[in-house]
């Protein structure tokens, strides 16, 4: 074990108070999707969601050129200013972290050039994680664009995960259709409904309007954000943005609570702990 795998496991493990325990085998979380499809935001919720769960989650950007963890976690594992031949090792590393500690880890895959094909045919992924006793979860992000779509079927065609779920994301539905709308049209996309036969769940994610933007400027966590904390030199967010923030965490909460065991969170929080990195 390495000098930051064990700093990581210690703090896995104990937290600030004692990380809770969650009996169920360590799941690799990769999201994918077509650009602005929400994947970043989602994947820095989950990181926040399973903290303050007080479950440990390793956040890892596979953006080689724009991460989207690393800016706000200081324990995240980068590949940024890497290339592509470095993703094999990389994410081997990932998982040689995940079964010393027994820890998920939430992967985000950035743009649609994150080479999957080429990963898939080096180191058979969900092979490869079995046999680490560890679950690939596909986690799909989509709005209406064909692309989305075309997306979904292309990775659906390369792998076959322990579980695949979908999310339909409010805050890309165009704004010439109402939500409800918009929602209703991804649900029945042929693609998404042949994902379902195949066992795939879904869920519908709320929109943050433009407090996402606003919020990420500040460099720090989601909840952070929402405690009213500031970083990189900027003003803590207003309180009015603050109290929307917290109403969509719990939008968020209710949304995913029935896919959150195959997330690797436990169904319920338990003890309410962020785990600090430093």
């Not at 040689?96 to 950035?110: F, I, K, M």
């Not at 460099?219 to 904390?229: E, K, L, P």
Request: with cysteine.
């Amino acid at each position: 074990m390495n000098e930051y795998s064990k700093d990581f496991a210690q703090g896995a493990l104990e937290g600030e108070r004692g990380c809770a325990e969650f009996k169920e085998r360590p799941k690799l979380i990769m999201t994918v999707g077509r650009g602005a499809s929400g994947k970043s935001l989602w994947a820095r919720w989950l990181v926040d969601e399973a903290r303050w769960r007080g479950q440990a989650m390793i956040a890892a950007d596979a953006d080689l050129i724009n991460p989207s963890l690393s800016p706000f976690y200081a324990d995240a594992m980068s590949l940024a200013g890497g290339d592509e031949d470095d993703l094999m090792d990389w994410i081997a590393g990932i998982v040689s972290l995940q079964t010393e500690t027994r820890v998920s880890a939430v992967v985000d895959c950035g743009a649609p050039a994150f080479p999957l094909k080429e990963l898939q045919e080096q180191l058979p992924l969900v092979e490869f994680l079995d046999s680490n006793e560890i679950d690939l979860v596909v986690v799909h992000l989509l709005g209406l664009d064909q692309g989305d779509f075309e997306y979904l079927r292309h990775v659906q065609r390369l792998i076959e995960p322990a579980a695949t779920i979908l999310v339909a994301n409010e805050e890309i539905v165009p704004r010439r259709r109402s939500v409800e709308t918009g929602v209703r049209e991804i649900m029945e996309h042929p693609a998404w409904e042949a994902a379902l036969r195949r066992g795939a769940k879904q869920v519908v994610m709320p929109m943050l309007h433009s407090y996402a933007r606003e919020m990420s400027a500040l460099g720090i966590g989601i909840r952070d954000a929402m405690r009213g904390r500031s970083g990189r030199g900027l003003p803590a967010l207003e309180p009015a943005k603050r109290h929307f923030i917290g109403v969509w965490i719990r939008e968020m909460e209710e949304a995913f609570a029935p896919v959150m065991g195959s997330l690797g969170c436990g169904t319920h929080p338990t003890d309410r702990v962020r785990i600090e990195r430093n």
